[in-house]
């Protein structure tokens, strides 16, 4: 059955990283879940039918979280005084071991899920753990939310707590082939990703087992790359053959290519890694928030916008702290001009439609054709609260969206669609 809907209200959105499209008191085309098209009047052919009228609001793309650890979510907020490696041990990876307990997962993740529907992001690309019951759950609970989700059950077997590190590389290849068969089929809007946890936590062999699962099962891959110095030091012992972190993953045959893959953070890149990346179309997602708690540094995201590499946003809860991906956008602007104040590496700031680039089109594009109004695009749509931050003046759409980056709260969104499906 065809069915067309259309949003009214003011609308914004990008076409490239430079470019905002903002239509005052304009018209959202929606056909069969995909956008037709933004208009400033509405075409003859529509006029017979309904519009759900948002005049005075702003309507924009929903957002993109490209890095996140779902079991991580609660306990956002603690021991952040820490650096990287000291807070897995002290913090993360004890937390992720109560997820063992599927009692306690559905608690913990319906919480999770249930903040994140209600939350400005519509797609997400999300670390599970290595249990599989919790997964399974966590599955669950995405695919009642409406939203539109990559999962992966974590892969690590070795340098972790014997309480979260598993037997070795085959029985965690093992695992993860008994999740996707068992999961195969089973969702409309949940989609597997596998998910070397980072090259310290998995050896050789795994890698090898997940380069041949990936090749059978046709998966995207998530990870970590050059996130913090003491990490990348310690990929170089562990794998003295490589040439840099990102050729580890590549040795193996997963480092982009034929692999669409994720690498959370690519904060201290050498020239080497950053060409491999372009060269194999691997997503950066930067996690601006997370960089700063855990005193990772800042990532020359600039430099990578400027080249032409893909690059999203992601909130990588808990190491940030917060769902919103407006909030990230507004913490990689900040970030960007400290890193230019203080390195003095001549790279410029980034400016606010660069940063709603990433956090739209920029990371969507993960998922296909996602994050704009253009024509043929999925339409995910939010349609945000501003009543919270009154204003005195009477602003341009850009000024009020630019404020809304800085301001807004997590869940300031009155109503939500994903695929022209309006969740509330």
Not at 146 to 160: A, I, P, S, W, Y
Not at 221 to 238: D, F, G
Not at 263 to 285: D, N, S
Request: hydrophobic share 40%.
């Amino acid at each position: 059955m065809e069915t067309t809907r259309i949003l009214k209200g003011d609308i914004c959105y990008s076409t490239d990283k430079d470019t905002l499209i903002t239509v005052p008191d304009g018209f959202l085309v929606c056909e069969n879940g995909l956008c037709a098209g933004v208009f400033r009047q509405l075409p003859e052919i529509y006029s017979r039918l309904s519009v759900e009228d948002y005049t005075g609001r702003l309507i924009v793309p929903g957002l993109t979280d490209l890095h996140m650890h779902a079991p991580q979510y609660a306990f956002r907020g603690f021991k952040m005084d820490l650096e990287l490696l000291e807070w897995l041990n002290s913090s993360a990876f004890p937390e992720e071991a109560r997820y063992e307990d599927p009692e306690y997962a559905r608690r913990a993740y319906s919480i999770f899920v249930n903040d994140l529907r209600k939350s400005v992001n519509t797609r997400a690309c999300l670390f599970a753990t290595l249990h599989l019951p919790a997964t399974k759950i966590l599955m669950d609970l995405l695919e009642e939310s409406g939203l539109e989700t990559f999962v992966g059950k974590v892969n690590m077997d070795r340098n972790c707590p014997d309480y979260l590190c598993e037997k070795d590389g085959n029985a965690s290849a093992d695992a993860t082939i008994a999740w996707l068969e068992q999961t195969a089929g089973h969702y409309s809007h949940v989609r597997p990703i596998l998910t070397p946890r980072f090259i310290p936590a998995c050896s050789d062999h795994l890698m090898e087992r997940l380069r041949d699962i990936q090749r059978e099962w046709q998966l995207p891959l998530q990870s970590h790359l050059s996130e913090n110095p003491e990490e990348i030091a310690w990929v170089q012992e562990l794998v003295p053959g490589s040439r840099f972190y990102g050729d580890a993953y590549d040795q193996f045959g997963l480092f982009g290519g034929d692999v669409p893959t994720i690498m959370a953070h690519c904060v201290h890149c050498p020239p080497e890694e950053i060409q491999l990346m372009k060269e194999k179309g691997v997503y950066i997602a930067h996690c601006p928030q997370s960089n700063a708690n855990l005193t990772s540094g800042a990532a020359p995201v600039r430099l990578f916008l400027d080249q032409g590499m893909s690059v999203g946003l992601g909130s990588d809860i808990a190491g940030g702290t917060v769902l919103s991906i407006f909030r990230a956008m507004a913490e990689a602007i900040q970030v960007s001009k400290l890193r230019a104040r203080l390195t003095g590496d001549g790279l410029k700031p980034l400016t606010m439609e660069e940063a709603f680039f990433m956090g739209t089109k920029g990371g969507g594009s993960f998922f296909g054709k996602v994050g704009s109004f253009e024509p043929g695009y999925e339409c995910d749509a939010i349609v945000l609260d501003e009543s919270p931050i009154p204003h005195p003046q009477k602003l341009s759409l850009k000024e009020r969206l630019e404020r809304f980056l800085y301001l807004s709260g997590d869940d300031w969104v009155l109503h939500k669609y994903v695929k022209g499906r309006q969740l509330f």
